[in-house]
């Protein structure tokens, strides 16, 4: 049976292994991820983060367990049909040399449309949808190589969304980006994830914009999930000190939000 782009994501994690030679990268994650909301991936530097993100779209083939979408291994659903309800925005988008913006955002309509087939009516309603919510729509005749880097993030995010995702993956989407464009990038996430009540899962790094951002964590070390759930929940001293290998101090501002300070390493 086919997925469509209107069921709700039922996205588990089953023993998911993963091992490059003899190396193991994913080592035995069994959870289930909310059906909405943005989820937080976050563990330090080489916990297997970016390769859950492939795993879980489907790029890579477990060495053990499995990725189950809606009840179906993710790696059985063909490429195409995975595209039309999966989208992925890479930590280093290509570029893609020559393109316009509005040429960049019309590839994310490939997947709905039949082989060297122009693009619908509707193609074309839903690329400049995306183009003006990610307001990127006054850049459309202009060349992506010609753009700065919080532009293009927007327009490689542009591209994810014109394939009308129930379920987005982002890896390091702030990486390399000035304070600036973080922030525009991030509150433009949430606007996204909360318009459109997708399921959006984010490898971020920065522990201070996971717990402003994000509704829910799973945390990383060394290949092995140590830890699931609401952000709250999830994100302690304790935890930061585990896994990071930093003591670090939660605070409650007058806002009622939480800030982490992070103190000195162990």
């Known amino acids: ?13 089953d023993n998911l292994t993963y091992r490059i030679g003899s190396a193991p990268i994913l080592q035995g994650i069994t959870t289930e991820l909310p059906p909405a909301g943005i989820v937080g991936l976050i563990g330090p530097n080489g916990a297997g983060k970016s390769t859950l993100i492939r795993a879980l779209i489907g790029l890579i083939r477990p060495s053990a367990g499995a990725v189950l979408l809606n009840g179906r291994p993710v790696t059985e659903i063909p490429e195409r049909q995975r595209a ?6 890479p930590q280093t988008p290509d570029i893609g040399f ?5 040429e960049v955002v019309a590839m994310g309509r490939h997947p709905h449309l039949p082989r060297l087939r122009p693009l619908t009516d509707r ?6 949808e995306a183009m003006e919510t990610t307001g990127i729509a006054h850049l459309a005749g202009r060349r992506t190589t010609e753009l700065s880097g919080g532009e293009r993030q927007r327009v490689f995010l542009a591209r994810a969304l014109a394939q009308e995702p129930r379920l987005l993956l982002l890896d390091e989407p702030i990486a390399n980006l000035d304070i600036k464009y973080q922030l ?6 949430q606007k996204l994830q909360q318009k459109r009540r997708m399921l959006v ?3 971020i790094h920065d522990l201070t914009w996971a717990l402003r951002v994000c509704t829910h964590l799973l945390v990383l070390k060394q290949g092995r999930l140590v830890a699931a759930g609401p952000t709250s929940d999830v994100l302690t001293e304790e935890l930061v000190e585990d896994v ?7 605070l409650l501002e007058a806002t009622g939000e939480l800030r982490l300070d992070v103190l000195a390493p162990l």
């Open 201 to 203: 899962i984010m490898a």
């Open 244 to 250: 990071f290998g930093v003591r670090a101090r939660l």
């Open 184 to 189: 525009e990038i991030l509150e433009l996430i």
């Open 84 to 89: 039309r309800f999966t989208a992925m925005m």
């Open 123 to 128: 193609c074309r309603t839903v690329i400049a």
């Open 1 to 13: 049976m086919d997925v469509v782009s209107t069921v709700p994501i039922r996205l588990q994690l």
């Open 98 to 102: 020559g393109f316009t913006v509005a």
